[in-house]
């Protein structure tokens, strides 16, 4: 038997399971009563066909486990998704068991495609390879490990003999198997491609109920994304990312110097000097300050002015520090690492820039764990609804949950009503001239702190590539096989959701959606 289907246990000893497999917590028990014809609700736990049988329940069995969390599928609403499983094995291994259920009366629900991770390019999103949760703390989006033969520690349609469709009434159960989240915390966030974020799923350290490929059985690559969450000024004289570990701090190159110059503007000043507080805040011994320019001029022209940029601003970021023991390192690249698209104004206007990298201050005081995770916000709670126009429809917006998460993330979660009589597109959703990430979706969303005059934008999944970064959306998808997420039947509601950075003092946000008015969502 191959070692890639030992199944994970909660200690390395040996079970005389007959098979080499050992067996963990078993299923509860098929219904005496069987179907003419097998459901489709087998959870998505067995092994490989060609592998010897495991202790997973057959496809008679009916996976009736008390969900711990549930959402429902943004493009149907009809996909009830459920984690019915969360548990830590060996102390650093987590497998995430999800039930997709079909509570609709008329259609199958395509599930495969779905489910896969997003992050990946069109056309290789196999298996349930989206299943994932945050570490939170660590700004990092985990997703299911990776062998070397196989898309991922994941279920697989063919292989686990799953239906491609749910059908009316059915579910099935689907698995992943990742890295646990750092810090050993008693719950995580879960997240799947189809829906929202589940937060605060309390993690068990009991075995799970099936068996399960195990990730020390051979090498595997651990697939995680580093989260990225920007904020930005009101005046747009600088951008901020914050990965959990570092910050990074765009400075405009149009307010730090007048057009071809490297010497600093009189507005520069106060702009450097909420940098270097930043820096005196922090425990960083080296600062990293880089030159940006935007596609235009040359090489020759852009290479050796954004270095001088960056050393006019080294210099002055050095003249104004209160605490000794920093370090600086000025470059300059030119055109060749862009931020955004250098096909708008917009996005040249920023692609032009000094970036400043440092080790992330440690907050001033630490949030209330009891407000770790902010409970959803009642339907119809006042002033959190709102009304626009798209395609000729009148369009209803309600804000559904405004949720803190560790490590100074959280999750808004919204519904779009269609009120019209016709189908129709809201396009405005993902109509942003700041848009820069891979695929198109749901980020024309501004969170506001009125008091900080700082805006917060869509958090930012980070892929290494060949050929770069490439940066998602941490928030809802419009394109590939989310396509028609942004199409509305008459009467339709649908809940998209988005990931942000929030500040630890705010009692409450300004939330701008599209094309709704403004909305003042209290942060409880």
């Given at each position: 038997?191959?070692?890639?289907?030992?199944?994970?246990?909660?200690?390395?000893?040996?079970?005389?399971?007959?098979?080499?497999?050992?067996?963990?917590?078993?299923?509860?028990?098929?219904?005496?009563?069987?179907?003419?014809?097998?459901?489709?609700?087998?959870?998505?736990?067995?092994?490989?066909?060609?592998?010897?049988?495991?202790?997973?329940?057959?496809?008679?069995?009916?996976?009736?486990?008390?969900?711990?969390?549930?959402?429902?599928?943004?493009?149907?609403?009809?996909?009830?998704?459920?984690?019915?499983?969360?548990?830590?094995?060996?102390?650093?291994?987590?497998?995430?068991?999800?039930?997709?259920?079909?509570?609709?009366?008329?259609?199958d629900i395509s599930w495969a495609a779905d489910m896969g991770d997003p992050t990946r390019e069109l056309g290789k999103m196999d298996w349930a390879s989206g299943i994932g949760v945050l570490d939170a703390q660590a700004h990092t989006w985990i997703l299911p490990y990776k062998p070397a033969d196989f898309p991922c520690l994941c279920s697989d349609q063919d292989r686990d003999d799953l239906p491609y469709f749910i059908k009316p009434g059915e579910s099935i159960t689907v698995y992943g198997v990742m890295p646990a989240p750092s810090g050993n915390p008693a719950n995580t966030t879960v997240v799947t491609p189809v829906g929202p974020p589940m937060p605060n799923v309390p993690i068990s350290d009991d075995p799970p109920t099936g068996d399960f490929p195990d990730p020390d059985a051979e090498p595997v690559t651990p697939i995680t994304r580093s989260i990225l969450l920007p904020s930005e000024s009101l005046d747009k004289s600088e951008e901020t990312a914050d990965d959990g570990k570092d910050?990074?701090?765009?400075?405009?190159?149009?307010?730090?110097?007048?057009?071809?110059?490297?010497?600093?503007?009189?507005?520069?000043?106060?702009?450097?000097?909420?940098?270097?507080?930043?820096?005196?805040?922090?425990?960083?011994?080296?600062?990293?300050?880089?030159?940006?320019?935007?596609?235009?001029?040359?090489?020759?022209?852009?290479?050796?002015?954004?270095?001088?940029?960056?050393?006019?601003?080294?210099?002055?970021?050095?003249?104004?520090?209160?605490?000794?023991?920093?370090?600086?390192?000025?470059?300059?690249?030119?055109?060749?690492?862009?931020?955004?698209?250098?096909?708008?104004?917009?996005?040249?206007?920023?692609?032009?820039?000094?970036?400043?990298?440092?080790?992330?201050?440690?907050?001033?005081?630490?949030?209330?764990?009891?407000?770790?995770?902010?409970?959803?916000?009642?339907?119809?709670?006042?002033?959190?609804?709102?009304?626009?126009?798209?395609?000729?429809?009148?369009?209803?917006?309600?804000?559904?949950?405004?949720?803190?998460?560790?490590?100074?993330?959280?999750?808004?979660?919204?519904?779009?009503?269609?009120?019209?009589?016709?189908?129709?597109?809201?396009?405005?959703?993902?109509?942003?001239?700041?848009?820069?990430?891979?695929?198109?979706?749901?980020?024309?969303?501004?969170?506001?702190?009125?008091?900080?005059?700082?805006?917060?934008?869509?958090?930012?999944?980070?892929?290494?590539?060949?050929?770069?970064?490439?940066?998602?959306?941490?928030?809802?998808?419009?394109?590939?096989?989310?396509?028609?997420?942004?199409?509305?039947?008459?009467?339709?509601?649908?809940?998209?959701?988005?990931?942000?950075?929030?500040?630890?003092?705010?009692?409450?946000?300004?939330?701008?959606?599209?094309?709704?008015?403004?909305?003042?969502?209290?942060?409880?």
């Amino acid at each position: 038997m191959s070692p890639r289907i030992v199944a994970l246990t909660a200690a390395l000893t040996l079970a005389a399971s007959g098979c080499g497999v050992l067996p963990l917590k078993q299923a509860a028990p098929p219904s005496a009563e069987k179907p003419s014809d097998p459901p489709s609700s087998a959870p998505a736990t067995s092994a490989p066909a060609s592998e010897e049988p495991t202790a997973t329940p057959t496809a008679t069995s009916q996976d009736t486990r008390e969900a711990l969390a549930e959402t429902r599928g943004t493009e149907d609403v009809n996909l009830k998704v459920e984690v019915v499983g969360l548990n830590r094995v060996k102390g650093k291994h987590l497998v995430v068991q999800i039930r997709l259920s079909n509570t609709g009366t008329e259609k199958d629900i395509s599930w495969a495609a779905d489910m896969g991770d997003p992050t990946r390019e069109l056309g290789k999103m196999d298996w349930a390879s989206g299943i994932g949760v945050l570490d939170a703390q660590a700004h990092t989006w985990i997703l299911p490990y990776k062998p070397a033969d196989f898309p991922c520690l994941c279920s697989d349609q063919d292989r686990d003999d799953l239906p491609y469709f749910i059908k009316p009434g059915e579910s099935i159960t689907v698995y992943g198997v990742m890295p646990a989240p750092s810090g050993n915390p008693a719950n995580t966030t879960v997240v799947t491609p189809v829906g929202p974020p589940m937060p605060n799923v309390p993690i068990s350290d009991d075995p799970p109920t099936g068996d399960f490929p195990d990730p020390d059985a051979e090498p595997v690559t651990p697939i995680t994304r580093s989260i990225l969450l920007p904020s930005e000024s009101l005046d747009k004289s600088e951008e901020t990312a914050d990965d959990g570990k570092d910050l990074q701090v765009n400075l405009s190159s149009d307010v730090l110097f007048a057009v071809d110059k490297a010497t600093l503007t009189p507005r520069a000043k106060a702009v450097l000097a909420r940098t270097a507080k930043l820096i005196d805040a922090s425990p960083a011994t080296a600062v990293k300050v880089e030159g940006h320019a935007d596609s235009s001029g040359n090489d020759a022209i852009n290479d050796p002015l954004s270095l001088r940029r960056a050393q006019a601003v080294q210099r002055a970021l050095s003249a104004v520090l209160t605490r000794d023991g920093v370090g600086f390192q000025a470059k300059g690249y030119g055109s060749r690492r862009p931020l955004y698209g250098n096909d708008t104004d917009e996005g040249k206007r920023r692609n032009r820039r000094v970036t400043v990298t440092f080790a992330k201050p440690k907050p001033a005081a630490s949030p209330d764990p009891a407000n770790d995770v902010v409970q959803t916000l009642a339907p119809g709670a006042d002033d959190l609804t709102a009304t626009a126009k798209a395609d000729g429809q009148p369009f209803a917006l309600e804000i559904t949950g405004l949720r803190r998460l560790p490590g100074g993330m959280g999750v808004l979660t919204y519904t779009i009503t269609n009120k019209g009589s016709a189908e129709a597109w809201f396009h405005e959703l993902n109509r942003d001239d700041r848009n820069s990430y891979k695929y198109i979706s749901a980020t024309n969303v501004r969170l506001t702190d009125i008091a900080a005059r700082r805006q917060y934008l869509a958090g930012r999944l980070q892929v290494v590539t060949d050929n770069g970064v490439d940066a998602y959306c941490a928030c809802t998808g419009l394109s590939g096989v989310r396509l028609s997420t942004g199409n509305f039947p008459p009467g339709q509601t649908r809940e998209f959701w988005g990931l942000f950075a929030l500040p630890d003092d705010a009692q409450s946000l300004k939330v701008k959606i599209a094309t709704f008015r403004d909305l003042q969502v209290p942060v409880q």
